[in-house]
């Protein structure tokens, strides 16, 4: 994507900390913008972006309006890469000064960001919600990393409004990083992490606090006998504590769901020890260590093994969204996705995914949506 073929001019970063630090760094080494811009509160964050080469220039928030980075002749993306609930205060900056261009966030939680920008943005800013599922238990710029995302899963949430073009420019900007693109409904991306980070995240602090609790009840530290298993477990509990208060808060419902989830399982294990039932402990084990062994160490697509999918459709708000999440349902992945405009209202989607998932289950849920996809092999 460097030189002429770059989907963006110029991307301002609003928040230089790990995954943006990481984002705007990624960007640059790979020469996928002409300009890389940064917007932080902390001159120390900015002054350290500068000299490290995270980013071109940075700015705090009003000068950056005042330099005109959010004109139409300033930039062309925009990654919010604050909390979740900072993210609104952002996008009614965004609002204020008139942007036109993409703008995508990083939050972990996806509805709030997502309402929030449909209600501050202007009809010619085009939203496209972002998650990228990649991270370290260090914190801000001098943690950035340009190949943090290599193999990572990288989830956009498309909604019915989602510009087709904003969202396929998006898409390839974030594949040229090395990420897997997934697309995943707001609200399901919701249920999911919770899941999959929240909760292990809690799980993991709580193992600590424990262990913690055991060492002082015995006067001694039993934190120094804590071998690799425990250490590698727990990693993730020395995140920054405020981020992930407002991570909790941000997505409480689903997580506190994931949470008595977890003691329901934690319960029935408890159980069948109290039954001095071998048997079921044993199949317990059995049936998680099986999940595990079938999750991949990291995402390398097949480039002999892509499928394309041209899709004829009435070009109507939400037939993106709905093809998108029929996609991440189906376990598929997307490699490229555009639009070909027929006529005044009637359009063929192409859609390219790679050998991952079930396709077959794609396709009959296309269908039953009314859709009629012809498949080639590429």
Request: glycine letters at 8%; charged letters at 25%; hydrophobic letters at 50%.
């Amino acid at each position: 994507m460097a030189g002429e073929s770059r989907a963006f001019r110029a991307v301002v970063v609003i928040g230089i900390g790990l995954i943006g630090g990481s984002l705007a760094a990624a960007i640059r080494k790979r020469q996928l913008a002409r300009r890389v811009l940064g917007v932080d509160p902390d001159e120390a964050a900015r002054r350290h972006a500068v000299e490290r080469g995270v980013v071109d220039e940075a700015l705090t928030m009003e000068d950056a309006v005042a330099a005109g980075w959010f004109s139409r002749e300033g930039a062309d993306l925009v990654v919010i890469a604050t909390p979740a609930r900072a993210a609104a205060e952002v996008l009614a900056r965004l609002g204020e000064a008139g942007y036109e261009g993409v703008v995508t966030d990083v939050a972990s939680t996806k509805t709030a960001v997502i309402a929030a920008a449909a209600e501050h943005l202007g009809p010619k800013a085009a939203f496209v919600g972002g998650h990228p599922m990649a991270g370290s238990e260090r914190s801000g710029v001098a943690a950035a990393n340009p190949d943090l995302f290599e193999g990572a899963y990288y989830v956009l949430t498309p909604t019915e409004s989602t510009d087709v073009d904003a969202y396929r420019k998006l898409n390839a900007l974030v594949g040229a990083l090395g990420a897997r693109v997934v697309a995943v409904d707001a609200r399901h991306h919701d249920e999911a992490v919770a899941v999959i980070s929240h909760v292990p995240h809690v799980a993991a602090a709580a193992l600590i606090n424990i262990a913690a609790a055991r060492g002082a009840a015995a006067g001694e530290d039993v934190l120094r006998l804590a071998a690799g298993g425990f250490k590698d477990m727990t990693r993730i509990a020395a995140g920054s504590p405020e981020l992930w208060t407002g991570i909790s808060m941000d997505n409480r419902e689903a997580l506190v769901r994931g949470i008595d989830e977890l003691i329901d399982e934690l319960a029935a294990f408890v159980s069948y020890l109290n039954e001095d039932n071998r048997l079921a402990v044993r199949s317990w084990l059995a049936a998680a260590a099986e999940v595990r062994r079938e999750l991949p160490a990291q995402w390398v697509p097949a480039a002999t093994a892509l499928t394309e999918l041209l899709i004829p459709m009435v070009d109507r708000p939400g037939v993106v969204a709905q093809v998108t999440t029929a996609v991440g349902r189906a376990a598929c992945n997307i490699e490229d996705i555009e639009i070909d405009h027929q006529t005044e209202d009637r359009a063929l989607l192409r859609v390219v995914i790679t050998d991952e998932g079930d396709p077959q289950a794609l396709l009959d849920s296309l269908r039953s949506l009314g859709y009629e996809p012809e498949v080639r092999r590429l």
